[in-house]
């Protein structure tokens, strides 16, 4: 049987400015099987992308093949003519994107980008291509198809977007899918209703599928086989289950020791890789990974290393030459967190208390005015921050965690409720009417700190702007202070004469956590802070801050969408659903039965890293309604898998309190398993959240 698709010793080279071109992928070589899902990993900048773009045989201008060959269905790719490589483009192998919109015509309706491909590789007549566009968009579960197909890509969802982009590589039912990163940019519940969607659709039509990915929970949900990439070199590849139970080389090793896992609770520290790859680790004589490596020798760099097998396992194979003295290690367990009991929040300092928070956005008028309904993105929340503590607020976009966030750092006003600060009411105070003293006690990180570094300054004054305007230091005392920052989140002071474009993405978040510790605050407030960096680099980022709670007992309200992430990090969680906490407490109780059926879906669709995980309990189907539609029972009720009649619609739900863990929800809600059955439940009638 031929292989689908085969790369064998690529080497592909990019003809920079200097004498010597700069080397890209250097002896590449897998292959994957009719029906096969092959997932490639690695941290940014290994050489994903650029596998997959070779594959189209679309590699940016200066950029080429120098070594070996890539074969799709037996044929040279870089020796097809035009004609013959428009013909594999689109029809026998498609790509689907990370970013939908890069692929979707923004004024051009769904249908008419959806019948091109089979009009232009099928040479349909207008009336099939139109009725199999239509059932394609059945066949990845789209509602109400016949208006799909009037709609332009503006008017659907992210995950609406990215089914239509399956939904037209699927149109010519192609023998190779190639996908970058779809997922990436999507909530955790579409996420897995699209993992779960191409498994089927895969099962349906056969097709082989390369699945490109930083996430390695997806890879284990969806692949049958997977390769791990570091600096242009394939170091490891195998069947899923020998390389996630047995990583032999260090590098995946590291990948698996750096992530944050639901399994595994409250671990003390991740483990993350130290120091980041560099252009010369691409050149490395021996093993690229020799300078990070904690296990590095004299042999390792001696000369180029081949893939040697893994134990009896011949088809799992590793690059490294000291395979059998490396010993094997389990991910620690032990430096777990110890459980927190009721009694040991009471005498904790509450920071920030949120009472009735409320923020609503106007319809009407060019300006947003009143008078033609509002937006209700926060609904009448309650919750604390404190002293010393996580408070992670977690929710699918749209569910107004950046919203509440704004709010209490001033971005934008409340439009009711309260939100005491110290004893001090913020709710209704911008930014620009704070004074000096409270503006630097609250910070903010945000998920991108390429938004909020200006490109033309240098870090240093991007540093000692905030230590002169809210401290009132001297520049002499400023920038004392910004060498003792700048070590306090483990950079060298090097990077002070940079520009931001000069540093990696996890140097620039540091320097965003430095900024935001320059006002001595009392409360951070991080906006996915690690959601846009490489696994290892997140660990580093993650440690760094529960580093600085612990040193300063200072309190950190995160948002986030990684259930593995905060289950790591918070002491406390709200889970927010259309503007409303559906629940709340301590994190050690939410993350334990009973669970609002929100959370229960939001746990259920959390990839892990494990082979034997299996497809999601609950995969949530619909999207959530809009803001601005008035809803009278449950908020939830629309897409709730475990919804009990006219009552979730009709009638506002009870909070029901588990001790200091309260869950908004009709259902009884009752623990069966031992553990915690002993909790007292009652239910307040009132729809208000009484803490």
Same mark, same amino acid.
């Given at each position: 049987m031929v292989d689908i698709l085969a790369f064998e010793s690529v080497t592909i080279e990019h003809k920079g400015r200097g004498p010597v071109p700069n080397r890209i992928l250097y002896d590449v070589s897998f292959s994957i099987r009719p029906g096969e899902a092959l997932g490639l990993v690695g941290e940014s900048g290994c050489g994903k992308s650029t596998i997959a773009l070779a594959t189209m045989r679309a590699l940016p201008p200066g950029m080429k093949v120098t070594a070996g060959r890539i074969l799709f269905q037996g044929q040279d790719v870089n020796l097809l003519s035009d004609g013959d490589l428009r013909r594999v483009r689109g029809n026998r192998a498609a790509m689907i994107y990370q970013d939908p919109m890069s692929s979707l015509n923004p004024v051009m309706t769904v249908g008419q980008q959806l019948i091109e491909v089979p009009m232009l590789h099928h040479g349909m007549d207008r009336g099939k291509a139109w009725k199999r566009a239509v059932t394609m968009l059945h066949e990845v579960r789209l509602p109400d198809c016949a208006s799909m197909m009037a709609r332009y890509p503006h008017q659907l969802s992210g995950g609406q977007q990215q089914r239509v982009v399956i939904a037209m590589a699927l149109m010519a039912e192609p023998a190779l899918l190639i996908m970058d990163e779809p997922t990436t940019g999507l909530d955790v519940t579409i996420e897995a209703a699209i993992l779960e969607l191409v498994r089927d659709l895969r099962a349906k039509f056969g097709a082989a599928v390369l699945f490109i990915s930083h996430n390695l929970g997806t890879v284990a949900r969806i692949c049958d086989r997977v390769g791990v990439l570091y600096a242009g070199r394939l170091i490891e590849t195998g069947t899923l289950g020998s390389v996630f139970r047995a990583p032999a080389h260090p590098y995946t090793r590291g990948l698996l020791a750096a992530l944050p896992r639901l399994s595994l609770g409250r671990r003390g520290r991740l483990e993350p890789i130290e120091g980041t790859i560099t252009v010369g680790d691409r050149a490395r004589i021996g093993c690229a990974l020799s300078p990070r490596c904690a296990f590095s020798q004299p042999q390792c760099d001696g000369a180029e290393i081949a893939m040697h097998p893994v134990g009896q396992d011949q088809e799992h194979v590793a690059r490294c030459v000291r395979l059998d003295e490396i010993p094997a290690r389990p991910v620690s367990l032990a430096a777990a967190r110890p459980h927190v009991n009721d009694s040991d929040y009471d005498d904790v300092e509450v920071l920030l208390s949120v009472r009735e928070l409320s923020k609503a956005y106007g319809l009407g008028g060019r300006f947003g005015g009143k008078g033609k309904g509002s937006i209700r993105a926060v609904d009448r929340v309650s919750l604390d921050a404190r002293a010393g503590m996580t408070l992670a607020i977690v929710g699918e976009s749209g569910c107004g965690k950046s919203t509440l966030a704004k709010v209490i750092s001033g971005l934008t006003s409340a439009s009711g409720g309260?939100?005491?600060? /110290?004893?001090?009411?913020?709710?209704?105070?911008?930014?620009?009417? /704070?004074?000096?003293?409270?503006?630097?006690?609250?910070?903010?990180?945000?998920? +991108?700190?390429?938004?909020?570094? +200006?490109?033309?300054?240098?870090?240093?004054?991007?540093?000692?702007?905030?230590?002169?305007?809210?401290?009132?230091?001297?520049?002499?005392?400023?920038?004392?202070?910004?060498?003792?920052?700048?070590?306090?989140?483990?950079?060298?002071?090097?990077?002070?004469?940079?520009?931001?474009?000069?540093?990696?993405?996890?140097?620039?978040? /540091?320097?965003?956590?430095?900024?935001?510790?320059?006002? +001595?605050?009392?409360?951070?407030?991080?906006?996915?802070?690690?959601?846009?960096?490489?696994?290892?680099?997140?660990?580093?980022?993650?440690?760094?801050?529960?580093?600085?709670?612990?040193?300063?007992?200072?309190?950190?309200?995160?948002?986030?969408?990684?259930?593995?992430?905060?289950?790591?990090?918070?002491?406390?969680?709200?889970?927010?659903?259309?503007?409303?906490?559906?629940?709340?407490?301590?994190?050690?109780?939410?993350?334990?039965?009973?669970?609002?059926?929100?959370?229960?879906?939001?746990?259920?669709?959390?990839?892990?890293?494990?082979?034997?995980?299996?497809?999601?309990?609950?995969?949530?189907?619909?999207?959530?309604?809009?803001?601005?539609?008035?809803?009278?029972?449950?908020?939830?009720?629309?897409?709730?898998?475990?919804?009990?009649?006219?009552?979730?619609?009709?009638?506002?739900?009870?909070?029901?309190?588990?001790?200091?863990?309260?869950?908004?929800?009709?259902?009884?809600?009752?623990?069966?398993?031992?553990?915690?059955?002993?909790? /007292?439940?009652?239910?307040?009638?009132?729809?208000?959240?009484?803490?």
């Open positions: 309260e939100a005491l600060f /110290r004893g001090v009411d913020i709710a209704g105070q911008s930014v620009d009417q /704070r004074p000096d003293d409270l503006r630097r006690r609250i910070q903010m990180i945000f998920q +991108n700190p390429d938004s909020t570094l +200006n490109p033309s300054h240098s870090i240093e004054f991007a540093l000692v702007r905030p230590l002169k305007r809210l401290r009132g230091m001297s520049r002499a005392e400023a920038r004392d202070e910004v060498r003792r920052l700048i070590e306090r989140v483990r950079l060298g002071s090097d990077v002070l004469a940079c520009l931001p474009d000069q540093l990696s993405g996890g140097q620039r978040q /540091r320097v965003a956590v430095a900024r935001a510790l320059a006002g +001595n605050p009392d409360l951070l407030i991080a906006d996915e802070p690690v959601s846009a960096l490489d696994v290892s680099v997140q660990a580093a980022i993650v440690n760094l801050l529960s580093d600085i709670l612990e040193q300063s007992h200072i309190g950190l309200a995160i948002i986030s969408h990684d259930l593995a992430l905060v289950r790591h990090m918070a002491d406390w969680v709200a889970v927010m659903y259309l503007g409303k906490v559906v629940e709340y407490g301590p994190a050690d109780q939410v993350f334990a039965p009973p669970f609002h059926p929100y959370t229960d879906a939001l746990l259920a669709a959390a990839p892990e890293p494990d082979p034997d995980a299996g497809p999601p309990r609950v995969v949530l189907g619909g999207a959530m309604p809009s803001a601005a539609e008035e809803i009278r029972g449950c908020v939830f009720a629309s897409r709730c898998p475990r919804k009990i009649g006219a009552i979730c619609d009709e009638v506002v739900p009870p909070v029901r309190h588990f001790g200091k863990h309260t869950i908004v929800c009709h259902l009884d809600l009752r623990c069966g398993d031992d553990a915690h059955a002993s909790r /007292r439940i009652k239910a307040d009638p009132a729809p208000g959240f009484s803490l």
